[in-house]
């Protein structure tokens, strides 16, 4: 009687320590993840014409201090993709000259609560990009 009483207690124990691992992993998980929350997307309908684009975060948040943007899609010939300093002095940041398949993938440490882009074919025709995008925050 008193074995069975043990082997059940290190059975308890063993659950309970097997429930706090998923716990923390799945706490970490989302703590380093929590864009999956906010992730937006912005469609590039007309790939043959030039375009401004601004991405919002997401109403609510604050405190943004990371984003991230993840370009794909397909375009028939060559454009320039510029990616601008939001913080108010339109300062280019990054560009990329792009052609055929497009899959790109930027991000960073970020303090502003918007982005600023500009879309240039060079000699696009048709085609078709989605910019999805998020901003962390806390």
């Given at each position: 009687m008193w074995l069975r009483s043990k082997l059940n207690e290190r059975k308890?124990?063993?659950?309970?320590?097997?429930?706090?691992?998923?716990?923390?992993?799945?706490?970490?998980?989302?703590?380093?993840?929590?864009?999956?929350?906010t992730n937006r997307v912005y469609e590039i309908n007309n790939v043959s014409k030039k375009q401004k684009i601004t991405l919002y975060k997401m109403k609510g948040q604050e405190h943004i201090y990371r984003f991230s943007v993840h370009i794909t899609g397909h375009?028939?010939?060559?454009?320039?993709?510029?990616?601008?300093?939001s913080s108010g002095a339109g300062l280019l940041y990054k560009y990329k000259t792009i052609s055929r398949d497009v899959d790109i993938k930027w991000g960073g440490d970020w303090y502003?609560?918007?982005?600023?882009?500009?879309?240039?074919?060079?000699?696009?025709?048709?085609?078709?990009?989605?910019?999805?995008y998020s901003f962390d925050g806390f």
């Open positions: 308890e124990m063993k659950k309970t320590l097997f429930i706090l691992i998923l716990l923390f992993f799945g706490l970490y998980y989302v703590d380093t993840q929590t864009h999956w929350i375009i028939n010939g060559n454009a320039k993709i510029k990616f601008y300093n502003t609560d918007i982005i600023e882009m500009e879309y240039n074919p060079i000699d696009v025709i048709k085609g078709n990009l989605s910019i999805e």
